[in-house]
């Protein structure tokens, strides 16, 4: 079955760029919305964005301004990037599929914990 | 954007109890709702799809209903393993929100 699997660093500096990569394994990435999810210590899940994988690409208006999701279905993977972080997005982020229709997200990553601090 | 509310926030209850949780779309969004289940430390997991789906494997004591801007997922006859947080997220346009939680605790 289909697996997905974070990776990309666990520390990043204030004012930096967050940078995961979210490598698909088990399936094909066709016909499929590729995206993140980050849920900040001991709070709620919060939608950042998603990528068709086709290449085209819809984020949080909260954060759309910093945000960049990409793919590369040549090697089954797809990518986030989070400029300008600051303590306020420190978070687990999870990378997951999403269906097209009633956009089901499954199945999920295990998520990668982001600490922003210098 | 939609927004998503849940209520209530935290629930207490017990092995073999019956227990409700409902979701509240901001806007009508048909049945584009989904709920998950997630335990401490763990991914969350898909239990409920386009409101009354039961997803592969969700045992049966799992249920969704609702349309339009209300909905709930029940839980007959609580287990030991079902105490953990719910959310519902909509299906229906970008952004693709998340209720804010509902912990089920014993």
């Known amino acids: 079955q289909v697996q997905l699997q974070e990776s990309g660093p666990g520390l990043v500096k204030p004012s930096e760029t967050l940078s995961l990569t979210c490598t698909v394994s088990g399936g094909s990435m066709t016909d499929y919305y590729w995206t993140w999810i980050r849920q900040p210590p001991g709070k709620g899940l919060e939608w950042i964005g998603h990528i068709w994988y086709s290449g085209s690409s819809n984020y949080s208006p909260s954060l759309e301004s910093r945000v960049t999701i990409s793919v590369d279905t040549s090697k089954n993977q797809f990518s986030l990037k989070l400029h300008s972080v600051t303590a306020a997005d420190t978070a687990v982020y999870y990378c997951?599929?999403?269906?097209?229709?009633?956009?089901?997200?499954?199945?999920w990553g295990q998520g990668t914990l982001v600490t922003v601090s210098s | 954007d939609i927004q998503m509310t849940q209520s209530p926030s935290s629930l207490s209850a017990s092995v073999g109890d019956s227990v409700t949780i409902t979701c509240r779309a901001s806007?009508?969004?048909?049945?584009?709702l989904n709920w998950y289940q997630q335990k401490p430390g763990t991914a969350p997991k898909l239990l409920i799809y386009?409101?009354?789906g039961l997803h592969s494997g969700v045992p049966s004591r799992f249920s969704g209903s609702g349309s339009g801007t209300d909905f709930t997922l029940t839980i007959s006859s609580l287990q030991p393993e079902d105490f953990a947080t719910y959310y519902c997220q909509h299906g229906h346009s970008t952004p693709h929100t998340f209720g804010q939680g509902t912990k089920l605790e014993i």
């Open positions: 997951a599929r999403g269906s097209s229709g009633w956009y089901v997200v499954d199945p």
């Open positions: 386009a409101a009354s």
């Open positions: 806007q009508s969004i048909s049945n584009y």
